[in-house]
């Protein structure tokens, strides 16, 4: 079973930066796109950020200019630099994947979230 493990969320002010990762571990094959959504509370899930096997990146435009997606192929592991963050930013952020397994299935799956907070 392939998993994907958030990390790095917490309480920031308003300006404040977050550095966030997530890591694929199990019967990993390889990895293709990575991305990262959000969603706050009585919202819908959105999009943010991500990044292709060969390190492509997309980003909503809400976060152009503040948050910078990466990813280290090595470790399979997905980052996700935020800077000037602002409280709309606030909601739980999830990973996403797509691998192959060591059984050659292709999959999509996704973390438990992390919690991002920006308030004063």
């Known amino acids: 079973q392939v998993q994907l493990v958030e990390s790095g969320g917490g309480l920031v002010q308003p300006g404040g930066s977050l550095r966030l990762s997530c890591a694929a571990s199990?019967?990993?094959?390889?990895?293709?796109?990575m991305g990262w959504y959000r969603q706050a509370p009585g919202k819908q899930r959105e999009f943010v950020a991500s990044?292709?096997?060969?390190?492509?990146?997309t980003y909503t435009d809400s976060v152009k200019g503040r948050f910078t997606v990466s990813r280290d192929n090595a470790k399979n592991t997905l980052y996700l630099q935020m800077d000037s963050l602002k409280p709309e930013d606030t909601a739980v952020y999830y990973c996403?994947?797509?691998?192959?397994?060591?059984?050659?299935?292709?999959?999509?799956?996704w973390g438990q979230g992390t919690q991002v907070t920006v308030s004063s």
């Open positions: 990044a292709t096997s060969v390190g492509t990146t």
């Open positions: 996403n994947a797509e691998a192959i397994t060591i059984a050659r299935v292709r999959i999509n799956i």
């Open positions: 199990g019967s990993i094959f390889s990895i293709g796109a």
